[in-house]
Protein backbone atom coordinates (compact mmCIF):
# COMPACT_ATOMS: atom_id res chain seq x y z
CA UNK A 1 0.00 0.00 0.00
CA UNK A 2 1.14 3.48 -0.71
CA UNK A 3 2.20 5.21 2.29
CA UNK A 4 1.10 9.07 2.27
CA UNK A 5 4.34 10.47 2.18
CA UNK A 6 4.89 8.64 -1.31
CA UNK A 7 2.10 10.56 -3.01
CA UNK A 8 2.68 12.59 -5.37
CA UNK A 9 -0.54 13.37 -7.07
CA UNK A 10 -1.13 16.44 -9.33
CA UNK A 11 -2.88 18.54 -6.75
CA UNK A 12 0.33 19.09 -4.19
CA UNK A 13 1.45 21.54 -6.84
CA UNK A 14 -1.20 23.83 -6.46
CA UNK A 15 -0.14 26.65 -4.16
CA UNK A 16 -1.69 26.63 -0.83
CA UNK A 17 -2.60 29.19 1.18
CA UNK A 18 -4.16 27.69 4.01
CA UNK A 19 -4.60 24.44 6.48
CA UNK A 20 -7.76 23.87 4.50
CA UNK A 21 -6.46 23.92 1.24
CA UNK A 22 -3.29 21.66 2.30
CA UNK A 23 -6.00 18.98 3.91
CA UNK A 24 -8.18 18.98 0.50
CA UNK A 25 -4.42 18.94 -1.50
CA UNK A 26 -4.02 15.65 0.47
CA UNK A 27 -7.58 14.20 0.49
CA UNK A 28 -7.84 14.22 -4.06
CA UNK A 29 -4.33 12.97 -4.11
CA UNK A 30 -4.97 10.37 -1.91
CA UNK A 31 -8.25 9.39 -4.31
CA UNK A 32 -6.06 10.29 -6.96
CA UNK A 33 -3.35 7.14 -5.66
CA UNK A 34 -5.99 4.93 -5.65
CA UNK A 35 -7.75 5.88 -9.05
CA UNK A 36 -4.38 5.90 -11.07
CA UNK A 37 -3.71 2.49 -9.33
CA UNK A 38 -6.86 0.75 -10.83
CA UNK A 39 -7.08 2.68 -14.25
CA UNK A 40 -3.76 1.73 -15.84
CA UNK A 41 -4.64 4.16 -19.25
CA UNK A 42 -3.81 7.10 -16.73
CA UNK A 43 -0.26 5.98 -16.45
CA UNK A 44 0.20 5.37 -20.34
CA UNK A 45 -1.59 9.50 -20.13
CA UNK A 46 1.59 10.45 -17.42
CA UNK A 47 4.52 8.78 -19.66
CA UNK A 48 3.09 10.76 -22.57
CA UNK A 49 3.13 14.05 -21.00
CA UNK A 50 6.43 13.38 -19.13
CA UNK A 51 8.33 12.41 -22.65
CA UNK A 52 6.61 15.10 -24.15
CA UNK A 53 7.43 17.64 -21.53
CA UNK A 54 4.26 18.97 -21.30
CA UNK A 55 2.05 19.49 -17.69
CA UNK A 56 -1.15 17.57 -16.29
CA UNK A 57 -3.99 19.91 -14.42
CA UNK A 58 -6.74 18.47 -13.26
CA UNK A 59 -9.33 20.24 -14.51
CA UNK A 60 -12.56 18.07 -12.60
CA UNK A 61 -13.22 15.30 -10.52
CA UNK A 62 -16.82 13.39 -11.62
CA UNK A 63 -18.99 11.08 -8.49
CA UNK A 64 -21.66 9.42 -8.90
CA UNK A 65 -24.70 9.00 -5.71
CA UNK A 66 -28.25 7.75 -5.56
CA UNK A 67 -30.72 9.82 -4.11
CA UNK A 68 -33.05 8.47 -1.37
CA UNK A 69 -35.21 9.89 0.89
CA UNK A 70 -34.81 7.13 3.91
CA UNK A 71 -32.31 8.10 4.05
CA UNK A 72 -31.42 11.23 2.67
CA UNK A 73 -29.03 10.56 0.11
CA UNK A 74 -27.59 11.62 -3.01
CA UNK A 75 -25.32 14.87 -4.09
CA UNK A 76 -25.27 16.35 -0.11
CA UNK A 77 -23.82 12.93 0.49
CA UNK A 78 -20.79 14.12 -0.74
CA UNK A 79 -20.97 17.87 -1.92
CA UNK A 80 -20.85 18.51 2.48
CA UNK A 81 -17.82 17.34 2.98
CA UNK A 82 -16.15 19.46 -0.09
CA UNK A 83 -18.20 22.55 1.42
CA UNK A 84 -16.59 22.27 4.43
CA UNK A 85 -13.47 22.50 2.73
CA UNK A 86 -14.72 25.68 0.70
CA UNK A 87 -15.94 24.54 -2.43
CA UNK A 88 -19.37 26.55 -3.98
CA UNK A 89 -21.69 25.36 -6.12
CA UNK A 90 -21.58 27.21 -9.52
CA UNK A 91 -24.11 25.30 -11.93
CA UNK A 92 -26.86 22.51 -12.29
CA UNK A 93 -27.59 20.32 -15.06
CA UNK A 94 -30.67 17.76 -15.57
CA UNK A 95 -30.52 14.70 -17.77
CA UNK A 96 -34.60 13.55 -17.60
CA UNK A 97 -33.97 10.45 -19.64
CA UNK A 98 -31.16 9.53 -17.28
CA UNK A 99 -33.31 10.12 -14.73
CA UNK A 100 -30.33 11.85 -13.69
CA UNK A 101 -29.17 15.29 -11.96
CA UNK A 102 -26.13 16.98 -11.55
CA UNK A 103 -24.03 19.88 -9.76
CA UNK A 104 -20.91 21.53 -10.38
CA UNK A 105 -19.07 22.93 -7.54
CA UNK A 106 -15.82 25.09 -7.69
CA UNK A 107 -13.29 26.45 -5.23
CA UNK A 108 -12.13 30.09 -4.35
CA UNK A 109 -8.72 28.88 -5.39
CA UNK A 110 -9.13 28.47 -9.27
CA UNK A 111 -6.36 26.21 -9.12
CA UNK A 112 -8.42 23.17 -7.47
CA UNK A 113 -10.42 20.85 -9.60
CA UNK A 114 -14.05 21.38 -10.20
CA UNK A 115 -16.43 19.01 -8.88
CA UNK A 116 -19.23 17.19 -10.54
CA UNK A 117 -21.50 15.41 -8.31
CA UNK A 118 -24.86 13.44 -10.06
CA UNK A 119 -27.37 11.76 -8.82
CA UNK A 120 -30.04 8.96 -9.73
CA UNK A 121 -33.33 10.39 -8.92
CA UNK A 122 -34.51 6.74 -7.54
CA UNK A 123 -38.25 7.72 -7.27
CA UNK A 124 -38.52 7.96 -11.31
CA UNK A 125 -38.01 4.70 -11.68
CA UNK A 126 -40.73 1.71 -11.98
CA UNK A 127 -41.22 0.39 -8.64
CA UNK A 128 -39.64 -3.20 -9.30
CA UNK A 129 -36.28 -1.45 -9.99
CA UNK A 130 -36.81 1.29 -7.06
CA UNK A 131 -36.98 -1.83 -4.46
CA UNK A 132 -33.99 -3.50 -5.61
CA UNK A 133 -31.72 -0.32 -5.50
CA UNK A 134 -33.62 0.52 -1.85
CA UNK A 135 -32.91 -2.96 -0.58
CA UNK A 136 -28.95 -2.18 -0.48
CA UNK A 137 -29.36 1.75 -0.56
CA UNK A 138 -31.67 1.23 3.38
CA UNK A 139 -28.50 -0.39 4.90
CA UNK A 140 -26.42 2.71 3.97
CA UNK A 141 -23.96 3.47 7.20
CA UNK A 142 -25.15 7.00 8.59
CA UNK A 143 -23.63 9.62 6.86
CA UNK A 144 -20.35 12.03 8.23
CA UNK A 145 -21.30 13.66 11.59
CA UNK A 146 -21.80 16.80 12.13
CA UNK A 147 -18.73 16.99 15.01
CA UNK A 148 -16.44 15.98 11.55
CA UNK A 149 -17.61 18.92 9.46
CA UNK A 150 -16.92 21.32 12.13
CA UNK A 151 -13.67 19.68 12.05
CA UNK A 152 -12.89 19.50 8.04
CA UNK A 153 -14.06 23.07 8.37
CA UNK A 154 -11.75 24.14 11.24
CA UNK A 155 -8.80 21.64 10.28
CA UNK A 156 -6.35 24.35 11.25
CA UNK A 157 -7.03 23.48 14.79
CA UNK A 158 -6.27 20.23 14.63
CA UNK A 159 -3.11 18.84 15.32
CA UNK A 160 -1.33 16.38 13.14
CA UNK A 161 -2.17 13.30 14.39
CA UNK A 162 -5.86 14.13 14.29
CA UNK A 163 -5.49 15.68 11.15
CA UNK A 164 -4.12 12.56 9.26
CA UNK A 165 -7.46 10.35 11.51
CA UNK A 166 -9.41 12.92 10.09
CA UNK A 167 -7.94 12.09 6.50
CA UNK A 168 -8.58 8.38 6.20
CA UNK A 169 -12.29 8.84 7.87
CA UNK A 170 -13.08 11.30 5.26
CA UNK A 171 -11.47 8.58 2.45
CA UNK A 172 -13.65 5.87 4.13
CA UNK A 173 -16.29 7.78 2.80
CA UNK A 174 -15.45 7.90 -0.66
CA UNK A 175 -13.47 4.21 -0.74
CA UNK A 176 -15.34 2.36 1.43
CA UNK A 177 -19.50 0.46 0.19
CA UNK A 178 -21.64 2.48 2.16
CA UNK A 179 -24.23 -0.48 2.18
CA UNK A 180 -24.42 -4.14 2.19
CA UNK A 181 -23.28 -5.81 -0.45
CA UNK A 182 -26.03 -5.78 -3.40
CA UNK A 183 -27.38 -9.63 -4.91
CA UNK A 184 -25.60 -9.94 -7.98
CA UNK A 185 -28.90 -10.61 -9.65
CA UNK A 186 -30.16 -7.61 -8.21
CA UNK A 187 -27.09 -5.41 -10.00
CA UNK A 188 -27.54 -7.41 -12.93
CA UNK A 189 -31.48 -6.60 -13.65
CA UNK A 190 -30.77 -2.93 -12.59
CA UNK A 191 -28.32 -2.85 -15.04
CA UNK A 192 -30.29 -3.70 -17.82
CA UNK A 193 -32.22 -0.62 -17.01
CA UNK A 194 -29.52 1.87 -15.27
CA UNK A 195 -26.12 1.16 -16.11
CA UNK A 196 -25.36 4.41 -13.92
CA UNK A 197 -27.64 2.56 -11.01
CA UNK A 198 -25.89 -1.08 -11.14
CA UNK A 199 -22.34 1.33 -11.13
CA UNK A 200 -23.04 3.29 -8.07
CA UNK A 201 -24.41 -0.16 -6.64
CA UNK A 202 -21.28 -1.62 -6.38
CA UNK A 203 -18.59 1.01 -6.71
CA UNK A 204 -20.54 3.42 -3.97
CA UNK A 205 -18.99 6.64 -3.66
CA UNK A 206 -15.20 5.95 -5.21
CA UNK A 207 -14.58 8.44 -8.02
CA UNK A 208 -15.89 7.78 -11.25
CA UNK A 209 -13.22 9.69 -12.99
CA UNK A 210 -10.32 12.44 -13.27
CA UNK A 211 -9.82 14.76 -16.09
CA UNK A 212 -7.25 16.31 -17.67
CA UNK A 213 -7.11 20.19 -19.20
CA UNK A 214 -6.25 20.10 -22.43
CA UNK A 215 -5.28 24.05 -22.04
CA UNK A 216 -2.64 23.23 -19.20
CA UNK A 217 -0.24 20.99 -21.83
CA UNK A 218 2.18 23.66 -23.07
CA UNK A 219 3.64 22.34 -25.98
CA UNK A 220 3.15 21.90 -29.53
CA UNK A 221 2.94 18.41 -29.43
CA UNK A 222 -0.08 17.84 -27.18
CA UNK A 223 -1.48 21.37 -27.67
CA UNK A 224 -4.89 20.52 -28.67
CA UNK A 225 -7.54 17.27 -27.96
CA UNK A 226 -6.80 15.95 -31.67
CA UNK A 227 -3.12 16.07 -31.09
CA UNK A 228 -3.38 14.06 -27.45
CA UNK A 229 -6.12 11.59 -29.08
CA UNK A 230 -3.61 10.90 -31.15
CA UNK A 231 -0.73 10.52 -28.98
CA UNK A 232 -2.45 8.26 -26.39
CA UNK A 233 -3.54 5.58 -29.31
CA UNK A 234 -0.11 5.77 -30.43
CA UNK A 235 0.83 3.84 -27.02
CA UNK A 236 -2.60 1.28 -27.74
CA UNK A 237 -4.53 3.14 -25.35
CA UNK A 238 -8.37 2.89 -26.25
CA UNK A 239 -10.38 5.50 -26.78
CA UNK A 240 -14.23 7.31 -27.38
CA UNK A 241 -14.31 7.05 -30.75
CA UNK A 242 -15.68 10.68 -31.09
CA UNK A 243 -14.93 13.85 -29.82
CA UNK A 244 -17.31 15.40 -28.24
CA UNK A 245 -17.57 19.45 -29.26
CA UNK A 246 -17.01 21.05 -32.06
CA UNK A 247 -13.16 22.52 -33.10
CA UNK A 248 -13.50 26.18 -31.44
CA UNK A 249 -16.31 25.24 -29.48
CA UNK A 250 -16.25 26.45 -25.45
CA UNK A 251 -15.67 22.63 -24.51
CA UNK A 252 -14.53 19.84 -26.08
CA UNK A 253 -14.18 16.20 -24.61
CA UNK A 254 -13.70 12.80 -25.08
CA UNK A 255 -12.23 9.90 -22.42
CA UNK A 256 -10.52 6.99 -23.15
CA UNK A 257 -12.97 3.64 -22.32
CA UNK A 258 -13.76 2.20 -18.98
CA UNK A 259 -11.26 -0.37 -17.12
CA UNK A 260 -12.86 -3.62 -15.78
CA UNK A 261 -11.82 -4.48 -11.74
CA UNK A 262 -13.10 -7.18 -10.00
CA UNK A 263 -15.90 -6.00 -7.35
CA UNK A 264 -17.21 -7.67 -4.01
CA UNK A 265 -20.72 -8.82 -4.64
CA UNK A 266 -23.29 -11.02 -2.92
CA UNK A 267 -24.15 -14.56 -4.65
CA UNK A 268 -27.42 -15.73 -2.73
CA UNK A 269 -25.58 -14.53 0.75
CA UNK A 270 -22.32 -15.61 -0.12
CA UNK A 271 -19.51 -12.80 -0.51
CA UNK A 272 -17.98 -13.23 -3.97
CA UNK A 273 -17.04 -11.23 -6.91
CA UNK A 274 -17.55 -10.24 -10.29
CA UNK A 275 -16.27 -8.25 -13.16
CA UNK A 276 -17.40 -4.98 -13.76
CA UNK A 277 -16.51 -1.71 -15.66
CA UNK A 278 -14.80 1.10 -13.02
CA UNK A 279 -13.71 4.45 -14.36
CA UNK A 280 -12.44 5.92 -18.05
CA UNK A 281 -9.76 9.16 -17.82
CA UNK A 282 -11.43 12.31 -19.50
CA UNK A 283 -9.50 15.07 -21.32
CA UNK A 284 -11.50 18.34 -21.39
CA UNK A 285 -10.61 21.65 -23.81
CA UNK A 286 -12.19 24.49 -22.62
CA UNK A 287 -12.47 27.59 -25.32
CA UNK A 288 -13.47 31.19 -23.95
CA UNK A 289 -16.75 33.38 -23.70
CA UNK A 290 -17.49 36.45 -23.00
CA UNK A 291 -18.70 36.95 -19.32
CA UNK A 292 -22.05 38.67 -19.40
CA UNK A 293 -21.15 41.06 -16.51
CA UNK A 294 -17.36 42.56 -17.72
CA UNK A 295 -17.70 41.54 -21.30
CA UNK A 296 -14.16 40.22 -21.08
CA UNK A 297 -13.01 37.00 -22.74
CA UNK A 298 -12.76 34.23 -20.73
CA UNK A 299 -11.99 30.41 -20.68
CA UNK A 300 -15.69 28.50 -19.68
CA UNK A 301 -15.33 26.65 -16.63
CA UNK A 302 -18.48 25.03 -16.93
CA UNK A 303 -20.63 21.78 -18.41
CA UNK A 304 -22.38 21.15 -21.46
CA UNK A 305 -25.85 18.60 -20.67
CA UNK A 306 -25.56 16.32 -23.95
CA UNK A 307 -21.82 16.19 -23.93
CA UNK A 308 -22.27 14.90 -20.06
CA UNK A 309 -24.41 12.43 -21.48
CA UNK A 310 -22.29 10.79 -23.42
CA UNK A 311 -19.97 10.44 -21.19
CA UNK A 312 -22.17 9.01 -18.72
CA UNK A 313 -22.41 6.21 -21.13
CA UNK A 314 -18.14 5.13 -21.08
CA UNK A 315 -19.49 3.06 -18.20
CA UNK A 316 -21.66 0.82 -19.66
CA UNK A 317 -20.78 -2.72 -19.51
CA UNK A 318 -20.58 -4.76 -22.56
CA UNK A 319 -21.28 -8.03 -21.87
Not at 105 to 118: A, D, M, R, T, V
Not at 124 to 129: A, P, R, S, V
Not at 132 to 160: D, Y
Request: hydrophobic share 40%; charged share 20%; glycine share 6%.
Amino acid sequence: MTTPSAIQGPHQQIPMTSASEAFLSQLLDRLWDRYRQRVAYVQAYEKVVSESGATFVNDHIAFRTIACQHPLTGICTLSRIFEALGYRAAGCYHFEDKQLSAIHFQHPNGKFPKLFISELKVWELNEILQAMILKSVRTHRLPISEESLTKILRCELLGENEREQLLQLVLNEFHELPWNLPEKFEVEAVNRVSQYAAWVLVHGYNVNHFTSLINSHGVPALQDIDRTVAALRNVAVPMKAEIEGAVGSKLRQTATEAVVIDVDISKFGVRTTMPWTYAYFELAERGEVIDPETGNRARFEGFLGPQATQLFEMTRLSR
